[in-house]
Structure formats: structure tokens, C-alpha cells
């Protein structure tokens, strides 16, 4: 499983390989009976707003929804070829990034790729609210590293930490107390 995402303890999600969903309502994991994307699509991330509003992404661009009853998948999504994250504020307001640093939003009705692309994969978002909306990916190595926030209106770079070499999640508890973890042990 490659992501897991609750919005209280007896409502976990976790996502994974060959489209694998599973849901933990307090108590037990469960499985559920269908595969999404696909035998051979890979589930990369989830996120929601709220019990009946989560999401999961993946490879070949797959989206899939839950309303509080069952998944669906999303069939016109913002047209990026593989996800790696998702991070919805309310079921009108949902970010997915992926390959070659492209965003995509979800406005309640339709889908748009956001104009301008991050220096590398997008692999992380996290916010507080659809104003405050961090971004990071890359790779110290070849300078493409980058951390960039949402204010609303557009994104903005953000200073990025000396320590950190390769990003693969971000969270936090507010907009001043954010926290980035490396594939290499940082955490930031």
C-alpha cells in the first residue's frame, strides 16, 4: 500500500498495487471487492475532505471518487499521465500532481490543468484550506528540488530545506508547523 489517508479513526482508507482499496472502520480492515484503473494500475495516494468525500489517484491518470456509498472512477480528470498525489480541502476543491510537475484542480464541476508546471514530479500536497496548499518533488541532485505553496491565487517557492535531498511526503498541523519527509530518512 502506498497511501493512507482517515478522517477520523474509524474511518481509514488505504491504497494501493493492482488498484487494492482498503477501509478500516474502527475495528477491521476490509477489503473492497473491486479493483480500479484496471489488474495492473497502481493506486498512489488518497485523500478527502470527509467521511463521504474521498479520493485516490494513480498511474494512467486514474481518479477514483467515494460519495459516502461507493467509488467511481473519474473519467475526465485533468489529463496527467501518472498521479502520485491528491489533496482535497472540500468536494469542490481537490489538487492531483504528478509527472514532469503538472497540478491539476477540481472546482465541484470540472477538472483543469494548471498552467504552470513545478521543475520536477509533483510526489506531495498537503494543506490547511483552499488558501494555504503546499507542494513539493524533485531531486537535490540534478537542482530540481522544490517546496511551493498556494495562497489562493497562484503558487509561490518557497525556501527549500538545506537538509533535504529527495521529498516524498508532506503534512503538517497548520500553516506554521508543516513537515516534509525524505526517501532518505529526512524530515524537515
Avoid at 489517484?57 to 461507493?70: K, S
Avoid at 502520485?84 to 480541502?89: E, L, P, Y
Avoid at 511551493?148 to 508532506?170: E, V
Wanted: aromatic share 12%; hydrophobic share 40%; glycine share 14%.
Amino acid at each position: 500500500y502506498s497511501g493512507v489517508w482517515g478522517s477520523s479513526s474509524s474511518d481509514v482508507w488505504a491504497v494501493g498495487e493492482y488498484g487494492r482499496v482498503m477501509h478500516f472502520d474502527g475495528s477491521a480492515w476490509t477489503a473492497l471487492p473491486e479493483r480500479f484503473g484496471g489488474s495492473s494500475e497502481k493506486l498512489t495516494a488518497v485523500s478527502g475532505s470527509s467521511a463521504s468525500d474521498v479520493w485516490a489517484v494513480g498511474n494512467q491518470g486514474t481518479i477514483i471518487h467515494y460519495d459516502g456509498a461507493r467509488f467511481s472512477t473519474v473519467t475526465m480528470g485533468p489529463g496527467i499521465k501518472s498521479l502520485a498525489c491528491v489533496w482535497a480541502a472540500s468536494p469542490n476543491d481537490v489538487w492531483v500532481g504528478g509527472v514532469d510537475g503538472k497540478l491539476g484542480h477540481f472546482d465541484g464541476t470540472r477538472w483543469t490543468l494548471w498552467p504552470e508546471a513545478m521543475p520536477k514530479e509533483v510526489v506531495a500536497l498537503w494543506g490547511t484550506g483552499s488558501s494555504d496548499v503546499w507542494a513539493t518533488g524533485g531531486w537535490d541532485i540534478d537542482k530540481s528540488l522544490f517546496v511551493s505553496r498556494w495562497n489562493g491565487s497562484s503558487w509561490k517557492a518557497q525556501t527549500t530545506p538545506a537538509s533535504l535531498t529527495y521529498p516524498a511526503s508532506i503534512s503538517g498541523s497548520g500553516p506554521n508547523d508543516v513537515w516534509i519527509g525524505g526517501h532518505y530518512g529526512e524530515l524537515v
